[in-house]
């Protein structure tokens, strides 16, 4: 059975940085497409980053282009992002997405299987 656990969400202020991680158990992360995803109140669930190909591709949304990074740790079975220059509009509950569905579109949520049970990011100016 597949399990994702996300934390280190929180609150912080514009211009500050938080680093989130997804841990999994009963699935590696290593070879596979794992994602972010976010979705605050009144929204749709949408694409933040993601990484495959065994690490060596990843692929932002333009939000957040040049502000998140996207890594993973094969030895501890671990999916960061690393978010800085956050801002208000970042503030939104986010996912960890695996288990691609071959051939669908990276940054769509319909993509992925398993989900992580979320971590809520505060920005407040």
């Known amino acids: 059975q597949v399990q994702l656990v996300e934390s280190g969400g929180g609150s912080v202020q514009a211009g500050g940085s938080l680093r989130l991680s997804c841990v999994a158990s009963?699935?590696?992360?290593?070879?596979?497409?794992v994602a972010w995803f976010r979705q605050s109140p009144g929204k749709e669930r949408e694409g933040v980053a993601t990484i495959y190909g065994g690490a060596r591709s990843t692929y932002y949304a333009d939000s957040v282009k040049g502000r998140f990074t996207i890594s993973q740790d094969n030895a501890k079975n671990t999916v960061y992002l690393q978010m800085n220059s956050l801002k208000p509009e970042d503030t939104a509950m986010y996912y960890c997405?695996?288990?691609?569905?071959?051939?669908?579109?990276?940054?769509?949520?319909?993509?992925?299987?398993?989900w992580g049970q979320g971590t809520q990011v505060t920005v407040s100016s």
């Open positions: 009963g699935y590696t992360f290593s070879s596979n497409s």
């Open positions: 997405a695996a288990s691609w569905r071959l051939g669908w579109p990276r940054m769509s949520p319909e993509a992925y299987k398993n």
